[in-house]
Nanobody
Framework: QVQLVESGGGLVQAGGSLRLSCTAS????????MKWYRQGAGKERELVAN?????????PGFLKDRFTISRGKDNAKNTFYLQMNSLKPEDTAVYSC?????????WGQGTQVTVSS
């Protein structure tokens, strides 16, 4: 089992930035895939960023380069991040981190991000 703990959500004005963190309780392995999802009120959950263990990051086209997923280095290797820039009110959602190891999914508790206009 891997526990994931998220931090960094909150309230921000449109155009602002936030960085979310997701810390795993044990080592993130090369086979793991790190992801961030979000779910807005009344909406389906959607994937916003994906990072493989060897460093390949992918994003859905609708984000238009506003979000960046990364992994910590050195003493922070068990943490991965979601840097969100140029935030819009439509980015308001609960953001959840996910780590997939083979066919097993581990989830963070979710953190609220609210973007005011």
């Amino acid at each position: 089992q891997v526990q994931l703990v998220e931090s960094g959500g909150g309230l921000v004005q449109a155009g602002g930035s936030l960085r979310l963190s997701c810390t795993a309780s044990s080592a993130i392995l090369a086979i793991d895939v790190m992801k961030w999802y979000r779910q807005g009120a009344g909406k389906e959950r959607e994937l916003v960023a994906n990072l493989t263990g060897d460093g390949d990051a992918t994003y859905p086209g609708f984000l238009k380069d506003r979000f960046t997923i990364s992994r910590g280095k050195d003493n922070a290797k068990n943490t991965f991040y979601l840097q969100m820039n140029s935030l819009k009110p439509e980015d308001t959602a609960v953001y959840s981190c996910n780590l997939k190891r083979w066919a097993v999914n581990f989830w963070g508790q979710g953190t609220q991000v609210t973007v005011s206009s």
